[in-house]
């Protein structure tokens, strides 16, 4: 049969990998319900919300497993996970809050958490972060996908981010998997925190940059480099290209040269080549 040896090649790789494939819809579900568990109002009981977080927990364990987890950790890893889920919870809630507070168009603290893409990619990324933390494979990286896809802001679950963090708009945003943000940092949308070289024998290097302490960082701003640090209280503009260390409390911007005139009043005439 015309095709068999690939067909065959198929098969073997296919069946190989049926062990530890994981369905993007049971992930994105399983976001789906936490979100709900963590904010969204019910007025069930407290028993109610216990087995709730139970039946969650069941199902982390069974993609834990398919993302293949170390054997014997998997169940211990799910409940670990619901044991740091109220220290999650504290930081998302100091995330939402800095959001309301910084952007005058935020009207509750509830319209931030059900309508905000920043919030809502800070939230998945908060939890493929632990994940991260506790070496599981493939899902950590599942998960800020399903975020990507969604609100068009890509956080590497091995970042480093620190408390009250906030993203406005968000469309465009990258952060690089040894990024480190501190606390307090505000980012708008199509910054880059990216590296300067994207060699894969530098796979195991700091290569994305240092945000202090109370940065802001507006939109459009490219900052590149694993040892390149931006201090704290500083502000860097829209559309900086930036490539090296600035110290605190620093105001970094580029000059642009706009020209206004009259359409009414032509230049001496263009000549054109088509």
Not at 109 to 115: H, M, N
Not at 198 to 226: E, F, N
Not at 239 to 246: A, D, I, K, P, Q
Request: aromatic share 8%; no cysteine.
């Amino acid at each position: 049969m015309h095709g068999t040896s690939f067909l065959q090649q198929l098969r073997q790789r296919r069946n190989a990998d049926a062990a530890h494939y994981i369905d993007k819809k049971q992930v994105a579900r399983l976001l789906d319900d936490l979100f709900a568990f963590l904010f969204l109002p019910s007025g069930i009981g407290l028993q109610e919300l216990y087995e709730e977080q139970l039946h969650l927990q069941r199902r982390l364990a069974v993609l834990l497993h398919l993302a293949g987890d170390q054997p014997g950790m998997v169940a211990a890893d799910a409940k670990g996970f619901f044991d740091v889920l109220p220290d999650l919870y504290t930081l998302l809630i100091a995330d939402a809050e800095a959001i309301l507070a910084f952007d005058p168009a935020a009207g509750s603290l509830q319209e931030v958490i059900y309508a905000y893409p920043g919030f809502y990619a800070t939230f998945v990324y908060r939890i493929a972060h632990h994940l991260h933390q506790l070496g599981i494979p493939s899902l950590p990286r599942m998960l800020s996908e399903h975020a990507h896809s969604h609100t068009g802001i890509d956080i590497h679950p091995a970042a480093q981010i620190g408390s009250s963090f906030f993203i406005d708009h968000g469309t465009g945003v990258v952060i690089g998997a040894s990024a480190i943000i501190g606390n307090h940092v505000k980012i708008y949308q199509g910054v880059t925190l990216g590296a300067l070289s994207v060699a894969k024998d530098l796979a195991d290097v700091k290569r994305h940059p240092t945000i202090g302490d109370h940065v802001t960082i507006y939109s459009g701003a490219t900052i590149l480099g694993g040892n390149t640090v931006v201090g704290r209280n500083s502000i860097i503009g829209g559309n900086v290209w930036l490539t090296h260390s600035v110290e605190p409390d620093s105001v970094v911007y580029s000059r642009n040269n706009i020209v206004v005139r009259s359409n009414h009043v032509f230049p001496d005439a263009i000549d054109f080549v088509i």
